[in-house]
C-alpha cells in the first residue's frame, strides 16, 4: 500500500513563497505519475499540478502558471511543489496523489492527507 506524507504547508504573507514535500512509501517511483490538489471549505478539489514519472511531461492550473513549479527527486519517491508570489487565493489544503495515471480531473489512485497552506493579505 502506496502512502503519501506531506510537508511544507504553514502560513505565508502575500507575495511569500513555501515548497510542498510528498515523499511516497512503495511506490514504484519512475512508473508513477504524481500530483497536487487543493480544496477550499464547500469547493472541489482541483489540480494545482501533475507531473509524469520520468518528469517528461507537467501540468498547471492556469492562475498558478509562470509561480509555481513541480518536480520530483525519484531516487527519494518525493515529490515538490515550489509556490512563489503566492495571493491569498491560494488558502487551501494541498493533497498530493499518486498513481500509474493522475488524473486532472479525479487525480490517482492514492491520497495524502493533506498540509494547510494559509496566506495572509
Known amino acids: 500500500q502506496v502512502q503519501l506524507i506531506e510537508s511544507g504547508g504553514g502560513l505565508v504573507q502575500t507575495g511569500g513563497s513555501l515548497r510542498l514535500s510528498c515523499a511516497a512509501s512503495d511506490a514504484p517511483s519512475v512508473a508513477y505519475a504524481m500530483g497536487w490538489f487543493r480544496q477550499a471549505p464547500g469547493k472541489e478539489r482541483e489540480c494545482v499540478a501533475a507531473i509524469t514519472g520520468k518528469s517528461d511531461i507537467t501540468h498547471y492550473l492556469d492562475s498558478v502558471k509562470g509561480r509555481f513549479n513541480i518536480s520530483r527527486d525519484n531516487a527519494k519517491n518525493t515529490v515538490y511543489l515550489q509556490m512563489n508570489n503566492l495571493k491569498p487565493d491560494a488558502r487551501d489544503v494541498y493533497y498530493c496523489?499518486?498513481?500509474?495515471?493522475?488524473?486532472?480531473?479525479?487525480?490517482?489512485?492514492?491520497w495524502g492527507q493533506g498540509t494547510q497552506v494559509t496566506v495572509s493579505s
Open positions: 496523489t499518486a498513481g500509474p495515471v493522475v488524473s486532472v480531473n479525479n487525480g490517482g489512485d492514492y
